[in-house]
């Protein structure tokens, strides 16, 4: 089972968007995937079901209110997690110690036969939740241009330094055309060589639609810029990560 953590520290750069179509078209290809939510906006959690959702949640897990975490059906292949209380449970989970990071990890091992991905959406904080999701998977960034966003890129290097861990894939956003994006892009090819995608996801209404659709874009518009870039990215990402094709 593979697990892969979506990182940005800023808000409002497309990791919701990002882990909301990657789910999709793994699921769509006949993976098994789970969406974990661990934002206490739960964007992703509305996205696929419409609705915030009223059961347990993987905080209930964590902190043993409950002894099995069961997830939302999106569809047979598509299950959902979300964060319940988050910003409470946070700070229960605090209290239980330096080791409290590891408990997502230790609870995503109980169900690694179930599913053959788990995609974790994150806040834009390095909050206990988001460090969890940084020690329990392969971390992405989601990138847009300029040096603030590079600053805060190197800001989750530092924190995946703590636990032996480096970033394993940028994902590049373009909100624009500009110098900006090109020397951003540049920096990044020369010094993360081998870890940016080489998709670059371009602004395209498309994708901001379809997210008010709670539809993926390859749903709302197939044949969009959206829907391009996010199948070019994802079948990186299956090759990336080793996941082989399983249609039907």
């Known amino acids: ?9 800023k808000g409002g750069v497309g990791k919701t968007t990002t882990a909301f179509n990657l789910a999709h078209y793994l699921a769509n290809n006949g993976r098994r995937v789970l969406v974990v939510d661990l934002d206490s906006q739960k964007n992703l959690t509305t996205n696929l079901t419409k609705e915030l959702i009223d059961k347990p949640s993987i905080g209930d897990y964590l902190l043993e209110r409950i002894e099995y975490c069961h997830p939302t059906i999106i569809n047979s292949n598509l299950h959902l997690i979300s964060s319940g209380n988050t910003e409470e449970d946070i700070t229960l989970l605090s209290e239980e110690g330096t080791n409290a990071h590891k408990k997502l990890d230790e609870f995503l091992k109980t169900i690694e036969a179930v599913y053959d991905v788990v995609i974790i959406d994150t806040a834009p904080s390095f909050n206990l939740y988001t460090r969890s999701a940084m020690h329990a998977g392969r971390v992405y960034c989601v990138l847009n241009a300029g040096q603030n966003e590079i600053k805060g890129m190197k800001a989750t290097e530092i924190v995946l330094s703590k636990y032996n861990k480096k970033l394993e894939g940028i994902i590049l956003i373009k909100k624009d ?38 539809k993926s874009v390859f749903e709302y518009s197939p044949r969009s810029n959206g829907a391009k870039d996010y199948k070019a990215l994802s079948e990186e990402i299956i090759e990336r990560e080793g996941l082989q094709w399983k249609n039907g």
């Not at 089972?1 to 520290?9: D, E, G, L, T």
């Not at 901001?208 to 709670?214: D, L, M, P, R």
């Open 1 to 9: 089972m593979k697990i892969i953590s979506i990182i940005n520290n």
């Open 177 to 214: 055309i500009s110098k900006l994006f090109e020397s951003t892009k540049d920096y990044l090819q020369k010094q993360y060589q081998k870890t940016i995608f080489n998709t670059v996801i371009r602004k395209n209404i498309a994708l901001a639609e379809s997210i008010f659709e709670n």
